[in-house]
């Protein structure tokens, strides 16, 4: 079974550009979060989706974030424009249910950088 | 909101030594403890996990965990590491006050030396 991929798992892109990356989860995982890591800091929460609709949405740092997941399959992560401290490692996560014992996994990550 | 604390960025350890790395957490109400571990050019993938029962858990890779709620530890143990162990490690949290979401400490790079 494939687990969560990421795509792509690097991009260097310069401010003012946008930028989308995707996530797909694993099959049947109604369940999908978004989660960032900044250089050297945690990692911390950006949203969550329920199939198509946003649970949570309480992490989105601001407006230049668009996510987005239509017929509840895979995800995208939209960046416009892109600003310096929008770099890090974009971590996306899928879960069958939304119980706290339910175990979430995780893909490899996008590693974003903007200059 | 939770907050957890890594202490430790970086342990350099020889192989086969013993490591301790450490996880602290904020929370006063009932958490759920997890381990999770980041190998070069890889996902999160769940070390191990504490939700009820013994205070003490195992997972993969030899390694286990001790929850320590007076002290709001969980921090995790392996007697001997080897070279295949050199990773970041990520403690985290869940509570049922704040939803699923994860609350993740800021990570620990374990190094092994041969």
């Known amino acids: 079974e494939a687990g969560v991929t990421q795509f792509p798992s690097h991009s260097v892109i310069e401010k003012g550009q946008t930028v989308t990356l995707r996530c797909d989860p694993i099959s049947g995982h109604d369940n999908l979060y978004w989660y960032r890591r900044v250089m050297g800091k945690e990692i911390k929460f950006l949203l969550h989706f329920v199939k198509e609709s946003k649970q949570d949405e309480s992490g989105m740092p601001n407006n230049r974030f668009l996510a987005e997941r239509t017929g509840g399959t895979y995800s995208t992560l939209k960046v416009q424009p892109a600003e310096l401290e929008d770099s890090g490692v974009y971590f996306c996560?899928?879960?069958?249910?939304?119980?706290?014992?339910?175990?979430?996994?995780f893909g490899q990550g996008t590693r974003l950088t903007v200059v | 909101a939770q907050s957890v604390t890594q202490l430790d960025s970086q342990v350099p350890v020889f192989e086969e030594a013993p490591v301790e790395l450490r996880c602290n957490y904020s929370s006063s109400v009932s958490v759920y403890l997890f381990w999770y571990v980041q190998y070069p050019n890889q996902g999160l993938q769940l070390l191990l996990k504490?939700?009820?029962?013994?205070?003490l858990v195992k997972g993969i890779n030899g390694f286990e965990a001790e929850f320590n709620k007076s002290q709001t530890s969980f921090h995790l143990r392996k007697p001997s590491v080897h070279i295949s162990d050199t990773a970041e490690y990520f403690c985290?949290?869940?509570?049922?006050?704040?939803?699923?979401?994860?609350?993740f400490g800021t990570g620990t790079s374990l190094t092994v030396i041969p």
């Open positions: 996560a899928s879960s069958q249910g939304t119980d706290i014992y339910t175990e979430a996994f």
């Open positions: 504490y939700l009820s029962g013994s205070t």
């Open positions: 985290a949290v869940r509570t049922r006050n704040t939803g699923n979401q994860f609350y």
